[in-house]
């Protein structure tokens, strides 16, 4: 990885060693778009790196944020996401940017609950 897609991806090496549960699929697909899109994103402009931080902080808020991540594995058809015979790594990171937004908009002091443990 070069440094320009290190600044971009901050948190790369959690996300990508972050261990979910052997029945979560959607989390492992998930990780498995952004991994695809960090790929993708070599010798990319600027408007694809800023879209490329902007998954970065959203998959470090999903594993991060338990209400989060719960909020938006209910707000998709995850059966849809993982069987789907095409590509949908865009589409699906940028329905979880603009989902972050809009979480980040309606969230009124709600406590945030970590979904690891210490």
Excluded: H
Excluded at 12 to 20: A, D, L, P, S, W
Excluded at 66 to 95: E, G, P
Excluded at 103 to 117: A, C, G, K, L
């Amino acid at each position: 990885m070069n440094d320009t897609l290190r600044k971009c991806c901050r948190n790369y090496n959690i996300i990508v060693n972050c261990e979910f549960l052997d029945d979560d699929l959607f989390s492992q697909k998930l990780v498995e778009f952004y991994k695809n899109a960090v790929n993708r994103a070599v010798n990319s402009d600027e408007k694809t790196l800023s879209r490329l931080s902007n998954f970065d902080r959203v998959m470090r808020k999903y594993i991060d944020d338990y209400n989060f991540s719960k909020k938006l594995r209910n707000s998709v058809d995850i059966s849809s996401i993982l069987y789907s015979k095409i590509d949908l790594t865009d589409a699906v990171l940028d329905y979880a940017v603009d989902f972050s937004s809009k979480y980040n908009d309606s969230e009124i002091d709600e406590p945030i609950v970590t979904t690891r443990w210490i």
